[in-house]
C-alpha cells in the first residue's frame, strides 16, 4: 500500500498518540501537536482518506481517530524505526548476564522477568525443546517379594531410580530373583536402548513379553515407570512475569477481558499454545516477521480468540539443538518499537551467556 506524504505523517501521528496515550485523535490536535505545517481542515481531509483505506477508525462518531488492526500492521511493516537500547537497559541487561553466568539453568528464568521490567508487558520464556531422550541402559534390582527397583540411564547421562510395585495378584509367588532380574535388563536393554518412547512398538513389546514368558507380569509395569520418567526428562518449562502489568491498560479494564488473559499466562496448556500459535503462524505471516526474524502478530492473525484483542511479539532462539521461545504479549496499542527493541537486546545478550558457556550452538532467531 503507497501512501503520500501527507498521509504517511498524519497516520504515524495517529499511531503514535494512541500508543502514548491511548485516547482518540483528532486533526485540530495533530495540527497543534505535531507541526505537520498544513491546516487541520487539510488533515480531516487526509484522515477521511485514511478512514477510507480501513487503516484508522473512530470509537464513536463524535470522537477523534484511532488506529485499526490494517493500520497497526501498516506501521509495523513499514513505519516502525529500530531504536538502540537505552544505557540503562544495557546495563541491566548486561548485569544479568553477570549474574547468571555460571548458572544458565537461572538464565530463561531471569530473561522472563527481565524482559516484563524492561517493557511493562507480560512476558513469557520457554526452555528449548530439546530432541526426545532416549534410553542409554536399563537396570532391574531386587527389593522385596512385592517390588522391585528400576535403574534408568539416559542419552542425556540422567541416571533414576524408582520402584516398580508388581501387581498385587503376582506377589503371592514373590518377585524374581536378582539372576532373573539380570536377565530380563538384558532383554530390555536388547530391545529397546537407543530408542525413546515414541519408538516402542507394539510389535517391541510382543517381543520383550514373548521373552519375558513367565516374568511377563514384571514387562508393564516397568515400562509404565520409564515411560513417566522420560516423560518427565523431556518436560519443558515455561516462565511468566510481569502478569499483573496487563491491568494498567485500559483495554483491559473490563474484568471479564482481564480475567481471560489471567487465566492463559497462569495456566500451562495455554502458554503452549500460546506460543505454538505464533510457529504456526510463521509462514503464514512471514512477510510481518520485522529485524532479526523477531515475529509481530496483531489482533485476528492470532489464531486463539482469547489473543483477538491482543499483539504478540516473539522469536524463537537455539541452543545445543534446542529451540525455545521468548515472547511479550499486550494490548495491540503496544510500544512496538520499544518491545522489538528490548526483545532484539535479550536476544544478543543470551547469545553472549551461552558462548561464554561453552555451549555448542548461538542463539539464532528462527
Known amino acids: 500500500m503507497l501512501l503520500n506524504d501527507r498521509k504517511f505523517k498524519i497516520l504515524q501521528a495517529i499511531v503514535n498518540d494512541y500508543i502514548e496515550t491511548a485516547e482518540p485523535i483528532g486533526s485540530r490536535t495533530i495540527a497543534k501537536k505535531y507541526s505537520l505545517g498544513i491546516s487541520s481542515a487539510t488533515i480531516r481531509n487526509e484522515m477521511s482518506d485514511l478512514e477510507d483505506m480501513g487503516l484508522i477508525g473512530q470509537l464513536h462518531t463524535s470522537s477523534g481517530r484511532v488506529p485499526s488492526e490494517k493500520g497497526y500492521r501498516f506501521y509495523v511493516d513499514s513505519m516502525m524505526k529500530s531504536r538502540a537500547l537505552s544505557v540503562d537497559e544495557a546495563l541491566f541487561l548486561q548485569r544479568m548476564i553477570i549474574d547468571n553466568i555460571g548458572h544458565a539453568e537461572y538464565m530463561i528464568q531471569e530473561t522472563a522477568k527481565a524482559l516484563s521490567r524492561l517493557t511493562n508487558y507480560p512476558a513469557i ?14 537396570q532391574l534390582v531386587p527389593l522385596d517379594e512385592k517390588s522391585l527397583l528400576l535403574v534408568l540411564v539416559t542419552d542425556t547421562k540422567t541416571v533414576k531410580n524408582q520402584i516398580v510395585n508388581l501387581p498385587s495378584d503376582t506377589r503371592s509367588s514373590g518377585a524374581p530373583g536378582y539372576e532373573t ?186
Open 125 to 138: 520464556v520457554s526452555e528449548p525443546f530439546l530432541k526426545k531422550t532416549t534410553i542409554k541402559h536399563i
Open 181 to 366: 532380574l539380570t536377565r530380563l535388563s538384558a532383554i530390555l536393554n536388547r530391545h529397546i536402548a537407543g530408542k525413546s518412547i515414541r519408538d516402542i512398538s507394539r510389535d517391541i513389546i510382543d517381543k520383550m513379553l514373548a521373552q519375558f514368558a513367565e516374568n511377563a507380569h514384571v514387562l508393564m509395569p516397568v515400562l509404565g515407570i520409564i515411560a513417566d520418567m522420560i516423560k518427565a526428562e523431556d518436560d519443558v518449562r515455561v516462565y511468566t512475569s510481569g502478569i499483573k502489568n496487563i491491568l494498567a491498560f485500559p483495554e483491559f479494564a473490563e474484568k471479564s477481558k482481564a480475567e481471560a488473559i489471567f487465566h492463559a499466562l497462569e495456566d500451562r496448556e495455554s502458554l503452549f499454545a500460546i506460543l505454538d500459535q505464533g510457529r504456526a503462524n510463521f509462514a503464514r505471516h512471514q512477510a510481518n516477521a520485522s529485524r532479526e526474524g523477531i515475529q509481530i502478530i496483531i489482533g485476528a492473525e492470532n489464531t486463539l480468540d482469547l489473543l483477538k484483542a491482543c499483539s504478540l511479539i516473539k522469536a524463537n532462539y537455539t541452543i545445543d539443538n534446542g529451540t525455545g521461545c521468548i515472547a511479550l504479549i499486550g494490548p495491540m496499542r503496544m510500544d512496538y518499537t520499544q518491545a522489538v527493541s528490548v526483545l532484539s537486546g535479550i536476544l544478543q545478550n543470551m547469545q553472549q551467556v551461552i558462548e561464554a558457556l561453552g555451549l555448542r550452538n548461538e542463539v539464532q532467531n528462527q
